[in-house]
């Protein structure tokens, strides 16, 4: 495993994580504590450090697989990653709550679920402009940080060219920028990348398998179950993605690589990106998640030796 500094932080964090919204039952399967612990010993013994969860994965039921989990190992050898301002009703149903006190509600919510006495990253969850520009909620949240219950301050972006909330991230104290990225859906290199290297933002790349698409399992014409949220994406958009993997696969996949490695590693080149945070349904997932680390330079991204090298 190979490990970066997030941004201006002091938080020290493998370029390969863990997305979690997987873990709240959304994405096709419930899962069991087991299941859980099963996925994050392996992560740990990949080198995995990183965790990115939501208050909204189920009503806090990510957040709590991953807190007892981490409740009965060393607290300190994990980065964990949560966010705020939505709450869970049902499948794919959430309101959205932003007000200070609701806020601070969610995150002792948080706190609860979790098992922990700080969060080390806490994000603005893929919120509206005018949810973000409340000085009255950064000025709660700074609070917190000075309490102790939070290291570091984020921001998960819901449009991944959101280029107002990145470029006011230094104003609020948001030291990271989350963003869908991956090798079908480039929009952040144009204005939000160079935003945050203007800032040394740290960079979590969130959706880098394109919600699986990037695997390589599925072909044009594939469906999903009723209760897997890419059941929700439009058909035709689904099958031109699904032909693009297959030309990526044919022209741009090194021989004998396979397919989640590479899409991760490309990730990873971009010289924004401090770590990916690919979902994983099982061991054997995390075990091809992290092998994309032997492919990125120790340090800043920018040293990783060309594309061609993927």
């Known amino acids: 495993m190979k490990y970066r500094k997030l941004g201006s932080t002091n938080l020290k964090v493998s370029v390969i994580g863990v997305g979690t919204w997987q873990f709240g039952g959304e994405w096709g399967k419930p ?64 309101s959205q709550h932003w007000s200070p006190q609701e806020v601070l509600d969610q995150l002792d919510a948080s706190l609860k679920a979790l098992r922990t006495d700080y969060i080390d990253l806490y994000q603005f969850h893929s919120g509206s402009d005018e949810a973000f520009d409340q000085d009255e909620l950064w000025t709660l ?54 935003s945050c290297i203007r800032q040394n933002l740290g960079v979590l790349a969130r959706v880098p398998l394109a919600s699986g698409y990037l695997s390589g399992k599925y072909l044009p014409g594939d469906t999903f179950a009723e209760d897997d949220v890419r059941r929700r994406h439009d058909p035709e958009q689904t099958r031109l993605k699904l032909e693009e ?52 330079g120790e340090g800043h991204p920018q040293h990783w030796s060309g594309e061609d090298e993927a």
């Open 245 to 296: 993997v297959r030309r990526i696969k044919a022209e741009e996949l090194p021989s004998g690589m396979e397919m989640p490695t590479w899409a991760l590693a490309w990730c990873l080149k971009h010289p924004a990106v401090t770590a990916v945070i690919p979902g994983c349904k099982s061991p054997e997932q995390v075990i091809a998640n992290a092998a994309a680390a032997a492919y990125v």
């Open 31 to 94: 899962f069991s504590q087991d299941e859980v612990d099963a996925i994050l010993d392996q992560a740990a013994e990949s080198g995995i450090n990183l965790i990115d969860t939501a208050e909204c994965y189920g009503d806090h039921t990510s957040e709590s697989l991953i807190g007892d989990y981490v409740s009965r190992r060393r607290r300190e050898d994990w980065v964990i990653a949560t966010k705020f301002g939505h709450k869970f009703h049902a499948h794919l149903d959430r």
């Open 141 to 194: 949240l700074d609070k917190q940080v000075k309490a102790g219950k939070i290291r570091h301050l984020g921001t998960s972006i819901a449009s991944n060219d959101n280029l107002h909330q990145t470029d006011s991230s230094e104003k609020v104290g948001s030291q990271v920028i989350q963003v869908v990225y991956n090798r079908l859906d480039r929009k952040p290199e144009e204005r939000v990348f160079p």
